[in-house]
């Protein structure tokens, strides 16, 4: 069964600091990974989405990379800014199903 | 250019009740729909997703259903609600493309049981 696991759970920085969110899952046979945004009492918007065959994908200041042999995801928001403030979602599609599975999340506080 | 719709924003409903939540997507064919919930302090489940009218797959035995009446509005209904439904409901929506499938979220319905 596949879990996903998004460390750390929260995490406050000041701004202008490059920052890692990780997230890592527990089966590799996965048909993409997907980092959503989700800002409080809000619906989620997506920002990157890595197939399986890829490697990396970039959106402006986020880069987002995958390593399906040791189940991890990893993104990389360049100089943080208070208005990335929020909570940062990943989540994967098992091998022949278009059903994400979610982590937690990691609450994301850029501090001005 | 795509978007999706869900209502009520919020709800409170007392214990018994029966519910309604509704969702549109314009803008798009034949979509993929599903319905996830989110409790508080947990991420999102999956409820239900559809790939096509009146087809819905159910991922895990609950107090909920969903039809699929059009091909792009998703219900999701109960007819008696317990003090356990209450979250955010979230509708998304996906296509297949060259790129992958990237799940479109709708704003969300709060719901709380009383």
């Known amino acids: 069964k596949q879990e996903v696991t998004q460390i750390p759970a929260a995490l406050s920085v000041p701004e202008g600091e490059n920052l890692v969110l990780n997230c890592s899952f527990t089966?590799?046979?996965?048909?993409?990974l997907q980092w959503f945004r989700q800002d409080p009492g809000k619906g989620l918007t997506s920002l990157l989405l890595?197939?399986?065959?890829?490697r990396e994908q970039t959106s402006g200041r986020l880069n987002a990379s995958l390593d399906k042999s040791s189940g991890r995801s990893t993104l990389y928001i360049a100089a943080s800014q208070p208005g990335d403030s929020a909570t940062y979602l990943c989540a994967v599609a098992p091998r022949g199903t278009y059903k994400y599975i979610f982590g937690t999340g990691t609450r994301l506080k850029v501090l001005a | 250019s795509q978007t999706i719709h869900q209502w009520p924003a919020t709800l409170v409903q007392p214990v018994g009740s029966p519910l309604s939540l509704e969702c549109t997507v314009e803008g798009t064919s034949n979509p993929n729909l599903y319905w996830y919930r989110q409790a508080a302090g947990r991420g999102l489940q999956l409820l239900f997703y559809s790939v096509g009218i009146g087809q819905i797959s159910s991922e895990v035995p609950q107090n909920l259903s969903a039809s699929r009446p059009q091909d792009r509005q998703f219900i999701l209904s109960s007819k008696k609600l317990l003090l356990s439904d209450s979250g955010f409901y979230l509708c998304?929506?996906?296509?297949?493309?060259?790129?992958?499938?990237?799940?479109?979220f709708g704003p969300g319905t709060r719901l709380l049981v009383l």
């Open positions: 890595i197939q399986s065959s890829q």
């Open positions: 089966d590799s046979a996965i048909y993409n």
């Open positions: 998304a929506w996906s296509v297949a493309t060259s790129g992958g499938e990237t799940q479109y």
